[in-house]
């Protein structure tokens, strides 16, 4: 398993960041390639992450044609005369959004043998539920019963339009109904969706391809079912976690960074905040230009919401953030139970930080001193290489194929702008 050696601190972090491709687009995104019959070209695609990497063997394994187009962020999707419905619990374990296949498998073939769901610990020992997933489902036709941790689907035909009043916010059930609407018989109104920019970019990646999908709401969409979708080309857009953690990065250590290929206006919440804490940003159409203060204000609650709140995403990397802050500060997670796992890591590093049921405090001033940390889910793993940069000595983070998830080529981005970092086995 590889790790990360950090040198720190950095003095000197200047320079611009290429942002990749979203992984929570993409996605959802890729998955919806099941329901077409005809070709098509996704460009901007985050290929070298670990996520991306599954999801497209789990497509192979499912029938379907990857061809890699001139360079590797571009990628052609055919149907083969062999497709299959069958999402094996080998590749579906090692990644939750492997049960965004599920809904497309039932709405263009009737049926589809699917694993539950592995992923980040996220929720503690209250797992990854897909109860809202598959209650919706139900909703529009779909009839299935679970044996040995299989969910076995199938519809009587086509499934069928409905209307869908999601009882809890969640971003995966909004984009498996979406995905599983566009070919149903009729009209389906799906209301409290999450609306996530990466939801967004889904719906018009299907609408580019023929699809009627109306937002008539904030969190309501209107979809009338068509007979098939048309060929498309589509580029994802850029990672909108990414982007806040090199924010992060640039403001925690006295840094001046150009980020680039992505839309500021998507991350106003988190820009705001960096703001408050007293980094300095100027934004252009698709980049940031940010500067880290000498002294980092501590704010005193930061709660994380569904978007367009604060991202729980964000809310390790904040965290390391604050640490810095003259004075206390406290974040609450209300998304998921396990989100504060990297906690006790950073405590490793010198961090003063209690919890009490979902509120971390937080003292400011750190003095973080280099210890060996471990990962333990995608975005705690990004944050302790960000308390790396900023910490006395070297740094080892383990277990770094978590952050390989769903950063692209972090090590080399962060040394291109000064950090001392390398990777070993
Ligand atoms: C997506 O996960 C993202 N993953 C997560 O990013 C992100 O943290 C999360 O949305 C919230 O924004 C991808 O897009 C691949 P949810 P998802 O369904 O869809 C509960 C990362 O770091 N819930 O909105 O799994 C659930 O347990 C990852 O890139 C149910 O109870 O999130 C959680 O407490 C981590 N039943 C809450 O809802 C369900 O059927 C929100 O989950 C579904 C969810």
Redesign the pocket.
Known sequence: MDKFSITGPCRVMRGEVSISGS??AA?PILAATLLFDKPVIIENLPSRTRDIQVMLNLLKSLGSNIQFLNNKKTVKITKTKKQKQFGSYSILKTM??GILILGPLVSKYGKSICSFPGG?V??GNSG??????LEALKKLGMKYEIKKGYIHAKSNGKLKGNKIEFP??????SQQLIMSSVLAKGKTLLHNL?C?P?ILDLTNFLISAGAKIKWIGKRTCQIIGVSSLKETKYSVMGDR?ETGTFCVAATLAKGDLLIKNFDPKLIKTELNLLKKVGAKIKLFKNSINIKGPERIKSIKNITTKEYPGF???LAPQFMVLLCKASGTSSITEN??QGRFLHAMELQRLGAKITIKNRTAKIEGSTNFIAAEVMSSD??ASAALVLAGIVSKGNTVVTRVYHCDR?YENFENKLKKVGVKIKRSK
């Open positions: 992984k929570n996605l939750r959004a980040c996220l929720n990854r539920p897909i109860n809202l997933h809890a916010i969640s971003v995966g059930a999450a996530e990466e976690i991202p729980t995403d998304i998921f995608l975005r769903g």
